[in-house]
């Protein structure tokens, strides 16, 4: 009986401490936190500093739309920044932050949310934004500046570089001694003349530029269009007179068929010259001969009519170039010893188009030849290794149509010469005589305009022989 008594005792006391132990369990889970559920963080930060902004870059395969980007059940992006609290009702690839126009570190957090206000862990990052203040440091390196005695060439030798931006074009304004404004622009190397101004006066250059800065040698996403800038300009009082030359610039093109005429031939004038002349030619020292020189009193400029300019000034060009150089200066007209001048050329151009050279080879099908005349191959002599032996009173003749004609053939000790008939009038009796074996020009015609034409060489009996050895021709044409 006590042992039936015992086991039922153990039996109660084990079903009453499980009992409790249950409880336990139930009050301890009653008291543990719930399971957090977090959506998915943006997998990558990465940024580019633009002017007075950012760009955040969220997502390793770039910038894509929204509606593919897949991070689980994230609905939404935040920007948090100072007092900032910026929702995207997307899940971005990428966000631009703007108005960051103090320069100071601005410290972001990035994350996303589900659409019950659960968070992604953030994307943290501290960054100081470009602003208006970096801007206003930048400055100019030096330039090159030739004093005259009341102007100045101010310019830089080469485009400007610079560690902290990318420079492209500007534009600039002085104000000189009479209160005149003066206004300027280029491209990306700026050169500008400032005249009419006092010695040993500052005179202020505002410059306006397109630059792109740079970051620890990284560009800014944004240009900007139009940074202002100042250069303060002092002519000193031991500057020399110099006439600087403004316009035409340096190597322009005067097209006689399209330039806008008149053209104007401009300079800075100094005090100490009262009368100017233009002096025009072909050779860069300006020989009495060959210099064309124009009266321009006091003025500071000059305008060439297209009737000057075709048949008083550019009157000698080549064919075989579509343009060609002449030099041209200013000077006082009684010479002043201590006035510098500057040498400046101006290409001219008699074509539309552009001026081609076309070879018509000794076995060309243009040629026709008379009579029964010897082939010869030669190479290291010949143009295209091979010629012609036209024998006494035959002839070779091409038609062709251009604005210029040349004939080269052998010159040698035992030929005659060569009669050359243009469209068919005899025109020059060309000797291809010498003491010397050599293929050369042996003639040369040009016309003012492309035209039909005909040319034929005859040989003929010259001082020693009565044969020539022709070559080949050359004609040149335009191509509009």
């Known amino acids: 009986m006590q042992s039936i008594i015992k086991i039922t005792l153990i039996a109660v006391i084990l079903v009453q401490a499980y009992s409790s132990c249950s409880d336990i369990y139930e009050n301890i889970k009653e008291f543990s936190p719930q399971e957090a559920v977090y959506p998915a963080k943006f997998d990558t930060l990465g940024w580019r500093l633009g002017y007075e902004r950012v760009e955040f870059y969220l997502n390793k395969g770039g910038k894509v739309p929204s509606d593919q980007m897949k991070l689980g059940k994230a609905k939404k992006t935040v920007i948090e920044y100072d007092d900032k609290h910026i929702v995207i009702d997307s899940v971005c690839s990428w966000v631009n932050i703007s108005g960051l126009t103090e320069q100071r570190m601005y410290h972001f957090k990035i994350y996303t949310e589900d ?5 992604s862990i953030p994307q943290e990052t501290q960054l100081t934004p470009f602003t208006k203040i970096d801007l206003d440091v930048l400055s100019l390196v030096p330039p090159n500046v030739i004093e005259s005695t009341s102007a100045a060439v101010v310019e830089w030798g080469s485009p400007i570089e610079s560690d902290l931006y990318q420079f492209f074009s500007y534009s600039g304004e002085y104000t000189d001694k009479d209160g005149q404004v003066h206004a300027f622009e280029g491209g990306n190397l700026p050169s500008f003349i400032v005249e009419n101004v006092l010695l040993d006066v500052e005179i202020p250059i ?251 060489v005859v040989a003929s009996p010259g001082v020693v022989g009565g044969n020539i050895v022709h070559d080949y021709f050359m004609f040149v044409h335009e191509v509009k």
């Not at 659409?115 to 968070?119: F, R, S």
């Not at 305008?303 to 200013?330: G, H, N």
């Not at 290409?347 to 081609?356: A, I, P, S, W």
């Open 115 to 119: 659409q019950y206000g659960n968070k």
């Open 206 to 456: 505002k410059i306006r530029a397109k630059i792109l800065p740079y970051i620890g040698g990284i560009p800014l996403l944004d240009t900007i269009p139009a940074w202002e800038t100042y250069y303060n300009l002092r002519i000193s009082e031991a500057a020399k007179p110099a006439i600087f030359l403004k316009t035409p610039e340096a190597a322009s093109v005067i097209n006689i068929f399209n330039t806008s005429f008149p053209i104007e031939f401009s300079w800075t004038k100094v005090p100490e010259v009262s009368d100017y002349v233009l002096k025009i030619s072909k050779v860069r020292d300006f020989p009495v001969e060959s210099t064309k020189v124009i009266d321009l009193g006091d003025a500071g400029s000059y305008l060439m009519t297209k009737e000057e300019a075709m048949d008083q000034i550019f009157t000698d060009f080549d064919p075989l170039t579509s343009s060609t150089a002449y030099y041209w200066q200013i000077e006082p007209k009684e010479q002043t010893a201590s006035v510098r001048l500057q040498l400046r050329t101006v290409n001219y151009k008699h074509v539309e188009g552009e001026l081609v050279q076309e070879d018509v080879e000794t076995t060309d099908a243009r040629c026709h030849y008379t009579g029964d005349n010897l082939y010869i191959w030669e190479p290291g002599v010949y143009h295209a290794s091979d010629s012609y032996v036209v024998w006494q009173n035959n002839s070779v003749e091409v038609s062709f149509y251009g604005r210029y004609i040349a004939w080269y053939a052998l010159y040698n000790n035992d030929l005659g010469n060569g009669r050359v008939y243009i469209d068919g009038e005899l025109d020059a009796d060309v000797v291809c005589w010498a003491s010397y074996r050599r293929v050369e020009k042996l003639y040369e015609k040009f016309w003012p305009e492309d035209g039909n034409h005909t040319i034929k």
